[in-house]
């Protein structure tokens, strides 16, 4: 994919998770891709943090926006290339500071096939 694409793709990414459509989202992954987060390894420590298959990741995100119903994440920054999209966002959650966070999408043939999130 061109790094366009991928930009494009990213904004689709941020659309669908604003929305809380977990369906739309899912879709934009592989069937085998995987997301590793610092949160997921607080709330699940039996994952080391990472989650594997559109399965998991519809589950967790639905878990998420019930836990969170108000959570967004504001575009501070996106830069892609052919393979990858780097984003930046600040994580509005109900009752929590505004929290910067980084997330990185590996991209094949159309479809994520990795994301990975960091933050303090």
Do not use: C
């Amino acid at each position: 994919m061109s790094a366009s694409e991928n930009f494009s793709l990213a904004r689709q990414w941020l659309s669908a998770f604003n929305a809380h459509d977990v369906d739309a989202l899912v879709a934009l992954y592989a069937e085998d891709a995987t997301h590793t987060s610092p949160k997921i390894r607080v709330l699940h420590p039996e994952t080391g943090g990472k989650l594997v298959g559109k399965t998991a990741l519809s589950r967790w995100w639905k878990e998420a926006n019930a836990r969170l119903p108000g959570l967004r994440y504001e575009e501070t920054a996106l830069t892609a290339s052919e393979e990858r999209v780097f984003m930046e966002y600040l994580r509005h959650a109900p009752g929590e500071p505004p929290l910067p966070v980084a997330e990185v999408l590996d991209v094949r043939d159309g479809k994520i096939v990795a994301s990975r999130v960091y933050h303090g």
